[in-house]
């Protein structure tokens, strides 16, 4: 296949693009700082807790500001937007930010019960994969004007990561609900391991996304 990369994009879809990078930095900064919650959870460190879970929810913040910026390019572009479909499937980007902060509500309500080390670190792998996910989808969507076949490199390896965890998460819960505790907290374990499961899976749809942007051109 042979790409032209740079000759037919827009002034406006460049500005979108641009705007859409910016909300990826703001995604691999909330997916590392639900690792750093997780962490410091694990060692009962509470004011830590605390502190991760407040730039969690600025992140939240800027994060919707970021998609209205987005609505607003893509609003003004009209018609002369030739993929604005194709753009408009990043604004999905943004779930990924309040899945995060959902899946450190659940951490909040836990903040009092010790998480066994077995538990912590099974859960931490899980996040450290989306880690690598959502670092390759932020990769994607940089490359996908420049290098579209790059972008698409990075579009299959988020597959693979996003079956990684596939095979991890399920058995995980599995042992989740198997706990001899308490039921709110097996519920809020299972619903904090959902939303990292969750967070792979938007991913995978920004992935998606890019590879209808890179085979426009």
């Not at 709110?184 to 969750?198: F, G, K, N, S, T």
């Amino acid at each position: 296949m042979t790409y032209n990369p740079n000759a037919d994009y827009s002034t406006s879809e460049r500005k979108a693009l641009d705007i859409i990078n910016d909300q990826m930095r703001e995604v691999v900064l909330a997916v590392k700082e639900l690792r750093g919650l997780i962490e410091a959870w694990a060692v009962g460190n509470t004011s830590e807790m605390d502190e991760t879970y407040k730039n969690l929810n600025q992140l939240e913040t800027s994060a919707d500001e970021i998609r209205i910026s987005l609505l607003s390019e893509v609003s003004r572009a009209g018609p002369g937007l030739l993929l604005k479909e194709d753009i408009l499937r990043f604004l999905v980007i943004d779930k990924i930010v309040d899945t995060a902060v959902g899946g450190a509500f659940y951490i909040s309500t836990l903040k009092d019960w010790q998480i066994p080390s077995e538990l912590s670190e099974k859960i931490l792998d899980l996040v450290d994969i989306c880690i690598a996910a959502v670092t390759h989808l932020k990769s994607a969507i940089y490359n996908v004007i420049s290098n579209p076949e790059n972008a698409l490199n990075f579009a299959r390896e988020i597959d693979i990561l996003e079956k990684q965890i596939d095979k991890l998460y399920r058995p995980l819960i599995v042992q989740i609900t198997e706990l001899n505790d308490d039921l709110c907290i097996i519920m809020a374990l299972r619903e904090l391991v959902l939303r990292i499961d969750e967070i792979a899976d938007i991913g995978l749809e920004i992935a998606d996304a890019v590879r209808m942007l890179a085979l426009t051109r």
